[in-house]
C-alpha cells in the first residue's frame, strides 16, 4: 500500500512525506492511540458512521479523550477528494496528543489498496483477536498505581 493523501486536525491536507506526530505525542510516550480501517468503493468509505461510533468507543476506552467525529468526517472528505482514488482505504487514528496538553491529534490518511486483496477476501481472511490488559488496570497503572 501507497499512502496518497494525509489530512490532520487543525492543519487540513498535509504532505504525506511531511512528518505530522510530536516525539512526545502519547501514541509514541504510552502506545495509546485508537484506529479505523475502511474500504472506500467509488470514491465513498464503506460504513464511516459505524467506523466512526467504533474509534469514538475505542478512544474513550484508552482515555484519549472524547472525539471530534464531525473533524473526522470533514479531515476524511479532504484527504479522499486529495487522493482522486475511486477505490482505496481510508484510515482514520486518534491519539492523545503531546503529553499533558490535552488536545486530541486526528488523522484521515487515504492509502491504495494492497496487492492481492481481492484474491485474499475471496479465498478468506483469518484474524485473530486477543484481549491484552483491562482499560481498568491501564487506567490504575496511567495514575502510577501498581496493575496487580
Do not use: C, N
Not at 479531515?75 to 490535552?102: K, N, S, Y
Not at 483469518?126 to 483491562?134: D, Y
Amino acid at each position: 500500500m501507497t499512502l496518497i493523501a494525509l489530512a490532520v486536525g487543525g492543519r487540513g491536507l498535509v504532505d504525506p512525506d511531511e512528518p505530522i506526530l510530536h516525539v512526545d505525542d502519547e501514541a509514541f510516550l504510552r502506545s495509546r492511540a485508537a484506529f479505523e480501517t475502511t474500504r472506500v468503493y467509488d470514491g465513498r468509505p464503506f460504513k464511516l458512521d459505524e467506523h466512526l461510533a467504533r474509534l469514538a468507543g475505542s478512544a474513550a476506552r484508552v482515555e484519549i479523550g472524547r472525539i471530534d467525529t464531525d473533524e473526522l468526517r470533514r479531515l476524511a472528505a479532504l484527504a479522499l477528494e486529495a487522493a482522486a482514488a475511486p477505490d482505496a482505504m481510508l484510515r482514520l487514528f486518534v491519539t492523545p496528543g503531546r503529553d499533558g496538553a490535552g488536545s486530541p491529534t486526528q488523522v484521515a490518511m487515504v492509502s491504495t489498496l494492497p496487492g492481492g486483496l481481492d484474491e485474499l477476501r475471496e479465498r478468506g481472511i483469518r484474524l485473530v483477536s486477543i484481549q491484552l490488559a483491562s482499560t481498568r488496570r491501564f487506567a490504575r497503572a496511567r495514575r502510577g498505581y501498581s496493575a496487580a
